[in-house]
């Protein structure tokens, strides 16, 4: 465990602050971790225990193709029911800890993800492509947010309550009760944030887990769960397997597999509502699926912030983010004005080895990333004009990894497939408008709802965005970032329409609540 001094808290949107402390910190490190973490074999974690099961598979580093991250475990539908077992043996044991015994548990497992957080972000910067400040960020927001859903569940007193009584003689109440065993199925782009998120929030509410990293994340899950083995939680309250879409869908499809916790695309995401709702009953599915997340540039915008938090949110982490700002709709009175800052801030981002101090923006994920990249920059030019970037970069680092240029277009139809998909890329979809109403119409038009900017000054077009705009998170005048950069108990992340599916978010006070089932009792006494 790296050893850190007094550094400043990296978030989302501290942004100006001084960080040459955790630079220099990561100077040292990041080399570390090159040498003594990557290429290593990993195991299945069950029952406290490693175990080899399945076959296995290699994962290369993203931001260089010739390093190893690690060869991985692939978990089999043997595997998957051990792992299973052992969750719900130990369950029955880790809901009847008394609240505070559990909360403490919890609790420690943030205290250790907290001391080994530099450790932690290094991983996740290597096997994501995620620049140095994402990664801290990323790693800081993981033990918040396991310490605020363990605040939840104090200040509520783990959900048990009186109800009033028909007869002085009978004592009614209501409480939330664990579910049993959830499985926990993370995407890779958030691997530390978004798995802490949903394993603390199961295990607090007395839940055990299955824990399924993303085929690319394994790395930092291996991780996780050695914090979660060193803060002292009992053996098969937490599992972990590896393994791809087939790993994924043997654990969803599990007869004792209790609950899921998913976040990834829209298409795996409706596919396992609709497995789950094929079955004799429901269990519950706390599931986020992205989004497209349009911002709205007004005449009365300060069009200083507006440029750097468009740019921001589009590109950064290389706009793959469920609430990356994908569309761009600009006034027509200040849209040449706009569009100028918008590309002079562009052009000056630098894009290589995320783990060097000033690269904002390193390689997408892999070749389908990459291939994706190619065919929406095809047909923007075919359908549209693109005004910067549009290419694969090559030449020394970039050609050992899918490195790309930060592309706005422009000229697309308001129907056109770029206008409404989830790209994941960073790439942004300029449009203009002359009503401010009609713009909100459009980008309310689409599959998704989950994040919404706005950069106004004038309070009438504000409030007309604050009344329309269909998505969870709403922000505005944000230069850290237009549509993105949400933290636990500042901000919450809910997804509306084809973002989410129980239009409660996590990060905020509703989320902990769906890992329970609710139960009230009357209890006559003569």
């Known amino acids: 465990m790296t050893q850190t001094p007094d550094l400043p808290r990296v978030t989302y949107s501290n942004i100006r602050a001084d960080f040459s402390g955790v630079h220099a910190l990561l100077d040292r490190i990041i080399p570390e971790a090159r040498t003594g973490l990557l290429g290593q074999e990993w195991n299945h974690f069950i029952n406290g225990a490693s175990v080899n099961g399945g076959g296995v598979y290699d994962v290369v580093c993203p931001i260089d193709n010739r390093l190893l991250l690690g060869r991985f475990a692939s978990a089999g539908a043997e595997t998957v029911d051990q792992a299973v077992i052992a969750a719900k043996t130990a369950q029955p ?11 403490a548990a919890v609790r420690r497992f943030a205290d250790v993800l907290d001391a080994r957080k530099y450790d932690l972000a290094v991983a996740c910067l290597l096997e994501v492509g995620k620049s140095r400040m994402e990664a801290v960020g990323e790693a800081e927001e993981a033990v918040d947010l396991a310490r605020y859903y363990c605040d939840q569940m104090e200040e509520n007193a783990g959900f048990v309550r009186p109800l009033a009584r028909a007869f002085d003689n009978e004592e009614t109440s209501d409480r939330l009760l664990p579910v049993g065993v959830f499985a926990v199925i993370s995407p890779f782009n958030f691997p530390l944030a978004l798995s802490v998120n949903m394993i603390s929030a199961a295990l607090v509410t007395g839940n055990s887990v299955v824990y399924k990293p993303s085929e690319a994340a394994g790395l930092t899950g291996k991780l996780l769960i050695e914090a979660a083995e060193a803060a002292g939680l009992p053996a098969g309250v937490i599992n972990m397997v590896f393994g791809g879409a087939a790993t994924g869908q043997a654990l969803a499809d599990h007869p004792s597999i209790d609950g899921i916790a998913f976040t990834g695309s829209h298409r795996v995401g409706m596919g396992l509502l609709r497995s789950v709702a094929s079955g004799r009953y429901n269990r519950p599915l706390i599931i986020e699926m992205g989004g497209k997340n349009p911002t709205y540039v007004t005449s009365s915008a300060d069009l200083e912030a507006a440029a750097e938090g468009v740019m921001r949110s589009a590109f950064g982490l290389q706009g793959q983010k469920c609430s990356a700002g994908s569309k761009v709709y600009v006034a027509a009175a200040i849209h040449d004005a706009f569009i100028a800052k918008l590309l002079e801030r562009t052009a000056q981002l630098r894009i290589g080895d995320p783990s060097e101090r000033d690269v904002f923006m390193g390689p997408v994920i892999n070749a389908a990333a990459l291939a994706r990249f190619e065919t929406a920059c095809a047909e923007a030019r075919r359908d549209g004009r693109i005004l910067a970037g549009g290419g694969r970069l090559t030449g020394g680092i970039h050609d050992h990894g899918a490195y790309v240029e930060p592309t706005i277009v422009t000229g697309l139809a ?32 689409t599959l998704y709802g989950l994040t919404a900017g706005c950069y106004a000054t004038d309070e009438a077009e504000l409030q007309l965005f604050l009344d329309r705009a269909e998505a969870g998170a709403l922000y505005a005048n944000r230069a850290s970032g237009a549509t993105t950069g949400a933290w636990p108990g500042i901000q919450t992340f809910c997804g509306w329409k084809g973002s989410g599916v129980s239009s409660k978010g996590g990060l905020g006070p509703y989320y902990v609540q769906q890992f329970m089932r609710e139960q009230s009792r009357t209890i006559w006494r003569a």
């Not at 044991?93 to 909360?103: E, F, G, N, T």
Request: net charge negative; glycine share 2%.
């Open 414 to 445: 308001p129907d056109h497939r770029l206008n409404r998909d989830e790209l994941f890329l960073p790439f942004l979809s300029v449009q203009t408008f002359d009503e401010l109403a009609d713009a909100i119409s459009d980008g309310n038009n």
């Open 93 to 103: 044991a880790w809901a009847a800890l008394p609240l505070a015994k559990r909360i």
